[in-house]
């Protein structure tokens, strides 16, 4: 037999090679078991899921969490993933009786830094408006040995067991017997996997989840509704409502059912603006999961300084005096400061409803800029039109006097008619550009 030392070296060289590849394709195995996807075919079918933005696949979801009770063990197995922008980020699950941060158990995954990105899964408890980690053992009511974790490409995926219920009952542990709301947060950590503050307001489940239920939930698609109808109702509508009647009484002689034209475009697009407007507030109150969006937020506040302003102008313009009456001018006066007022308030409040829903959705930054710039092109539009009534003042003097009626009788004839008629069709493009750019904006994290 050839048993020399060397031979003997090469089969030791031979059995560390092969150990080590071993080594190496179980390793590997290790990590595309933990990096394996969230399946969400079955969502709903065999176990929960609560998604968001509505339902999302994993890799486009914000948030994503799945859950499967096992009876016999008394334990629930979650799956837990999200998309973010920290380089150590935490993800964290909260359970709450009611949908203030307060009093909410908390299961957190936590990028460690210093422990080369390993993820560590820990409770916590929010005894008020923020966190504490559980001491003495932090990893109450997990099932430590089933806890595991990858971060990759910006997205953060953890899996844990939790028992359903302590031997003891403990306030900071949830009792997942029972339902709750569910809370999905993240935020930056510091490189030792501390979590600091969360960076956007957590998303809440539209209503109490219980461990065992089989059901698909998500978020947010009736605040989709409100802003798709608000968008549309103070966008488009009312801002063609709003031209008209600012500056476009003196263009068109025509008359539509005994009254002049403006004025039929101007009172539908109004009404058309209020039953929207009504219906994306009745849709937004029905929608539990908005609040916390807009907690310190103007947008609710100011949306409801529009809706009175307009219902109030509303009203002003049904009991308007007549055209002769000496308290004509004086109304015609209000009704176009209150209008065109609610109308630049009702931008700015669609402005701030953007910001709690980028808060949520952490997407399209760009859509604040579509916002600022409808302003700005509203307002110059504005300024433009009412430099060129300066300008021709004295054109709609001299039709004044010959025809000698009052001056919303009047139908100018001049070569400013062609301008003002221009205008109006850009006007109308870019608004209607706008209009688009906001509702793709809003509807589409939603449905991919
Ligand atoms: C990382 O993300 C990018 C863009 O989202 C994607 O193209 C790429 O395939 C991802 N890589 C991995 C390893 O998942
Ligand atoms: C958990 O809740 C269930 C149902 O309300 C209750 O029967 C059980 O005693 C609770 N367990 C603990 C440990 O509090
Ligand atoms: C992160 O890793 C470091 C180094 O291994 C360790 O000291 C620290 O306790 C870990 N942080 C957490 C939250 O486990």
């Known amino acids: 037999m050839d048993c020399s030392p060397h031979t003997n070296k090469m089969i030791s060289l031979q059995f560390s090679i092969s150990l080590c590849l071993y080594l190496i394709l179980i390793q590997q195995m290790v990590a595309q078991k933990t990096l394996s996807k969230i399946d969400t075919t079955n969502c709903g079918k065999t176990k929960g899921c609560f998604r968001s933005p509505g339902v999302c696949k994993e890799d486009k979801c914000n948030f ?102 302590l031997p003891k009952p403990n306030p900071s542990v949830a009792n997942l017997s029972n339902p709750y709301y569910l809370f999905l947060g993240q935020g930056p950590a510091t490189e030792n996997g501390v979590k600091l503050q969360h960076s956007i307001t957590p ?124 308290r004509r001018q004086l109304f015609n006066w209000a009704h176009s400061l209150i209008g065109n007022g609610t109308h630049i308030i009702a931008a700015v409040t669609m402005y701030f409803g953007i910001c709690a829903l980028s808060g949520r959705m952490h997407v399209l930054p760009w859509l604040k800029w579509v916002m600022v710039a409808y302003i700005v092109w509203r307002i110059g539009i504005d300024l433009v039109m009412t430099v060129e009534k300066y300008y021709h003042r004295e054109d709609l003097r001299v039709a004044y006097v010959e025809m000698s009626g009052t001056a919303d009788d009047i139908v100018i004839e001049s070569k400013t008619l062609f301008f003002k008629k221009a205008i109006l069709a850009i006007y109308l493009f870019v608004i209607a550009g706008f209009t688009v750019s906001v509702l793709y904006g809003i509807v589409l994290p939603f449905f991919n």
């Open 203 to 326: 998303i809440t489940s539209p209503r109490k989840v219980s461990a065992s239920e089989i059901v698909d939930i998500h978020d947010g698609s009736l605040v989709v509704y409100h802003a798709s109808l608000m968008t549309v109702a103070w966008m488009l509508v009312s801002s063609v409502g709003v031209m008209f009647s600012r500056h476009y009484k003196n263009v068109w002689g025509l008359k539509l059912c005994d009254k002049k034209i403006w004025f039929q475009i101007h009172t539908v697009a109004m009404a058309v603006t209020f039953l929207l407007s009504i219906a994306g507030a009745v849709v937004v109150f029905l929608d539990l999961s908005a609040s916390p969006l807009v907690q310190q937020n103007l947008h609710p506040i100011m949306g409801m300084i529009v809706l009175c302003l307009m219902t109030l102008n509303i009203i002003l313009g049904i009991f308007r005096p007549s055209s002769v009456s000496g």
């Open 64 to 165: 994503i969490l799945t859950w499967k009770m096992d009876p016999s063990q008394k334990t629930v197995d979650f799956e837990f993933s999200a998309r973010t922008d920290h380089s150590t980020p935490w993800i964290a699950l909260g359970f709450s009786s009611d949908t203030m941060m307060a009093e909410t158990s908390v299961t957190d995954c936590i990028v460690n830094a210093s422990a080369s990105n390993t993820v560590v899964v820990q409770s916590s408890y929010n005894p008020g408006y923020y966190n504490k980690v559980l001491s003495p053992d932090s990893k109450l009511g997990l099932v430590t040995d089933r806890s595991e974790g990858a971060f990759v490409n910006g997205s953060l995926f953890c899996r844990f067991t939790r028992l359903v219920e």
